[in-house]
């Protein structure tokens, strides 16, 4: 997939510091995102006129709404939706040679998860491109290169089984949402709120109160996107999504920035580890700031209601900032809280110096290096965890797959073919196999019970030796 060529700069440049190299690029990234996204609501809505102090302050609402409690490590969905925003921000630049390269960018996205393939098509519709033969070639010419390259490597028909040996879209795209009762209700409420903007504030007898009013339930909406459960912030951009379409004022303008916003959280959300549409509530947050700026471009506001205005967006950017400080120090992604990270991984995990984690988690990291370090160059593989070792190993991979994760070989032709590599390789290889997952490492130790995998090994290939955490097998 395309995200492993976008961060070989992370693991070529970054030497001992790779992690930390890659988590700064995925701030950027982030960042980028909530501003491509401040920009494209422009584009769309004329009405929304931010000056530059507007602007930052919904970058960075946007920013911290995608970011939340989630891991800033080089992943997949992230690049999805930079690459998706980027090139829709191309695309309402309104310039006809950017705009195809936009598409083609939008196009990109559905090589680092096969999930922004749907979003496609309504990026084309939305924005004009269905109407132009070229849009949808651009669109369409970052897959025909990447099966033609599957197809010249022999390796099509394992690509197409790979993908679609994962579970069907109905579980992870449609059932979270039936099944989230906070979801409907938000959604409910998001669509009666819709109709707030079919009121004209003229009709009443305090028209600036009403249109100040209307705004204001808009620009703290953004606030139901942040932490907790975000099915609510979906809903209700869905909801009012949806009322727009009685809105014939807006059909071409909020309506097609809240169907871009919903469709991208709707998109990442179709994932078996992380189930939420948390990556893409900041274009959501963006979409609610939006609309509560129409409306108040559109009434006549006196300046001292302007100044509160403003006065509310700070409140708003330091109640984010606030609890965005706290939670990323609380909920660490599987590790302990921040107060706990106590042992550097300075010579312990390539590439991993500057970071810190937990005792238990560092015991089975020494643990491993201990062992590596005991066999003095001789080939040999871990299983079934520690995917990121291999960015920065001293050697490569002898597997046809990083992590033996239950997901990732989920049909029984993805075991046999790890078996068949293991079995090719017997006396020229030493296996590290793990007694207790990794994932769970935080919490304690937590023993594999059953992988397929590792009972292959344990009939087929011999113990040499045992520690604490690892068993070693030739």
Same mark, same amino acid.
């Given at each position: 997939m395309l995200s492993a060529y976008l961060h070989i700069p992370e693991v070529y440049f970054g030497g001992d510091h790779a992690y930390l190299f890659g988590r700064y690029v995925v701030w950027v990234q982030w960042a980028f995102i909530a501003w491509f996204w401040v920009k494209i609501a422009m584009h769309l809505m004329p009405s929304v006129r931010w000056n530059r102090f507007d602007q930052v302050g919904v970058a960075l609402i946007a920013f911290i709404s995608s970011a939340q409690t989630f891991p800033p490590m080089p992943w997949y969905t992230i690049d999805g939706v930079f690459l998706m925003s980027l090139g829709l921000y191309w695309i309402t630049l309104d310039a006809s040679g950017l705009a195809m390269v936009g598409y083609m960018v939008v196009g990109m996205s559905y090589l680092c998860k096969p999930n922004f393939f749907f979003i496609g098509p309504l990026?084309?519709?939305?924005?004009?491109?269905?109407?132009?033969?070229?849009?949808?070639?651009?669109?369409?010419?970052?897959g025909f290169l990447y099966f033609a390259l599957l197809n010249r490597s022999h390796a099509f028909r394992a690509g197409v089984f790979q993908i679609l040996s994962q579970p069907t879209a109905l579980r992870t795209a449609v059932l979270p949402y039936v099944r989230t009762a906070s979801f409907h209700v938000a959604s409910v409420a998001g669509f009666l709120a819709s109709g707030m903007l079919l009121v004209k504030s003229e009709r009443w007898k305090w028209p600036r109160t009403v249109a100040f009013s209307q705004g204001l339930i808009f620009m703290l909406a953004p606030l139901l996107t942040f932490g907790g459960d975000n099915f609510i912030g979906f809903g209700a951009a869905l909801g009012i999504w949806a009322g727009l379409i009685f809105d014939q004022e807006k059909r071409r303008t909020a309506f097609v920035l809240g169907g871009l916003a919903v469709a991208l959280a709707w998109c990442v959300s179709i994932s078996i580890g992380w189930n939420t549409p948390d990556l893409g509530m900041g274009a959501i947050s963006v979409f609610f700031m939006a609309l509560a700026w129409d409306r108040w471009q559109k009434s006549p506001l006196p300046a001292w209601l302007r100044?509160?205005?403003? /006065? $509310?967006?700070?409140?708003?950017?330091?109640?984010? /900032? $606030?609890?965005?400080?706290?939670?990323?120090?609380?909920?660490?992604?599987?590790d302990r809280s921040a107060d706990e990270l106590t042992y550097s991984l300075d010579g312990v995990w390539p590439g991993g110096r500057g970071i810190k984690t937990n005792e238990n988690t560092y015991a089975f990291l020494v643990d491993l290096q201990t062992i590596i370090h005991g066999l003095n160059g001789h080939p040999y593989a871990i299983l079934p965890d520690c995917p990121g070792y291999w960015a920065k190993a001293p050697q490569v991979n002898r597997l046809p797959i990083d992590w033996l994760w239950p997901t990732e070989i989920s049909q029984k032709p993805m075991v046999e073919r790890v078996d068949e590599s293991l079995l090719h390789q017997k006396g020229r290889i030493t296996l590290v196999v793990q007694k207790f997952w990794a994932f769970n490492l935080k919490d304690g130790d937590v023993p594999i019970q059953f992988h397929p995998v590792i009972i292959y090994v344990r009939e087929h290939f011999r113990k040499v030796r045992e520690t604490k955490y690892f068993e070693v097998y030739e």
């Open positions: 990026v084309l519709v939305f924005t004009g491109g269905s109407r132009r033969f070229r849009a949808w070639l651009a669109w369409s010419l970052p100044v509160v205005i403003r /006065v $509310l967006l700070v409140a708003e950017m330091l109640c984010f /900032v $606030l609890w965005f400080h706290d939670l990323r120090r609380q909920e660490v992604y599987m």
